[in-house]
């Protein structure tokens, strides 16, 4: 059994994102502040740079990976803590379709769900509550 350090982890999972052409920058791991971002402009600062990248994670080696939102994509933010369901949204909208699903770092069951934006104006208005969605950003 080999000892990985969360560097590794955490550094090997950027750069794998960044190889598939997300750009990614360093959140906050723990704490009121967890999956805040560690620099000072947050999601604009985001790189595919893997010299940046490297240099990022090992200042924090236990960063959580942000990433923002491409602009074909949309993300459905499910957020347990702030009563937000997966079967609520099934009710008010149907069933979804099978789609890229990340589970959000805090561990408390919230995930993200990717999809591929639609033409035209996007709303949240109609989400249940704890049900975000994300787009540019």
Known sequence: MTNTS?????QAAALELAVHGWAVFPCQWRGDKAK?????????EASRDPALIAEWWTR?????IGAPVP???LVLDIDPRNGGALTALTEAAGPLPETLTVWSGRG???KHLYFRRPAGELTATRLPKG????AKG
Request: zero cysteines; hydrophobic letters at 40%; a negative charge.
């Open 108 to 110: 408390d069951g919230g």
């Open 60 to 64: 924090w080696p236990e960063a959580m």
């Open 131 to 134: 049900i975000d969605l994300k």
């Open 36 to 44: 805040s971002p560690l620099l000072p402009h947050g999601h604009l």
């Open 71 to 73: 602009d074909a994509l």
């Open 6 to 10: 969360p560097l590794q982890i955490n």
